[in-house]
């Protein structure tokens, strides 16, 4: 099993920037991919940014050029620099692994707790 804590959300108010952090722990064969989804109210869960093994970046047309991804050397702990925020953004954001725990055949998706991000107008 993969487990994934998230921190970083908060109140912010429109043009303000916040990060989110996410750490990857548990008996962890290999990470595929790492990343960050956010589900609004009355909204499906869409993608936000992804990062791949090999480094492979994915950002969302709505965010592309204010928000960064990124990760440690170990690659378990990914990051969103999130910049000119806007009331739109406003959500929970869900961190995502995929990846091959030990004792698995087969990867899985593994979800974070949820973290509220909340920017104000």
């Known amino acids: 099993q993969v487990q994934l804590v998230e921190s970083g959300g908060g109140l912010v108010q429109a043009g303000g920037s916040l990060r989110l952090s996410c750490a990857a722990s548990?008996?962890?064969?290999?990470?595929?991919?790492m990343g960050w989804y956010r589900q609004a109210p009355g909204k499906q869960r869409e993608l936000v940014a992804t990062?791949?093994?090999?480094?492979?970046?994915n950002y969302a047309d709505s965010v592309k050029g204010r928000f960064t991804i990124s990760r440690d050397d170990a690659k378990t702990t990914v990051y969103l620099q999130m910049n000119s925020l806007k009331p739109e953004d406003t959500a929970v954001y869900y961190c995502?692994?995929?990846?091959?725990?030990?004792?698995?055949?087969?990867?899985?998706?593994?979800w974070g707790q949820g973290t509220q991000v909340t920017v104000s107008s």
């Open positions: 548990g008996i962890i064969f290999r990470i595929n991919a």
């Open positions: 995502n692994a995929y990846a091959l725990s030990v004792g698995n055949s087969r990867s899985e998706d593994y």
């Open positions: 990062i791949g093994r090999g480094g492979s970046i």
